[in-house]
């Protein structure tokens, strides 16, 4: 079984900063690509961020240039860093890997998510 366990969300000014963490853990072969989803109230998930195995990166228009995406290999661990914030980020935030396991199945996994607010 495999798990994602995200965290790193809370209340923010405007402006703020906040670094989300997302862990995969259990029975793992490899991950392939891992990314940041979010979900305001009324609306559809969206992918904000991803990143590859090789270190490729994508972000939607939205958080270009305040979002970074990045992940460390060796624990698992996808994080968002999110600068410049605004009351429109204000979401649940997911987070999303494709992960082989060691049955060799593949599929994405999804976290529970962590809220983050940004007040104005």
């Known amino acids: 079984q495999v798990q994602l366990v995200e965290s790193g969300g809370g209340l923010v000014q405007a402006g703020g900063s906040l670094r989300l963490s997302c862990t995969a853990s259990?029975?793992?072969?490899?991950?392939?690509?891992m990314s940041w989803y979010r979900q305001a109230p009324g609306k559809q998930r969206e992918l904000m961020a991803l990143?590859?195995?090789?270190?490729?990166?994508n972000y939607a228009d939205s958080v270009k240039g305040r979002f970074t995406i990045s992940r460390d290999n060796a624990k698992n661990t996808v994080y968002l860093q999110m600068n410049s914030l605004k009351p429109e980020d204000t979401a649940d935030y997911y987070c999303?890997?494709?992960?082989?396991?060691?049955?060799?199945?593949?599929?994405?996994?999804w976290g529970k998510g962590t809220l983050v607010t940004v007040s104005s």
């Open positions: 990143i590859t195995n090789g270190g490729y990166t």
């Open positions: 259990g029975s793992i072969f490899s991950i392939n690509a």
């Open positions: 999303n890997s494709r992960i082989t396991t060691q049955n060799y199945d593949t599929m994405n996994y």
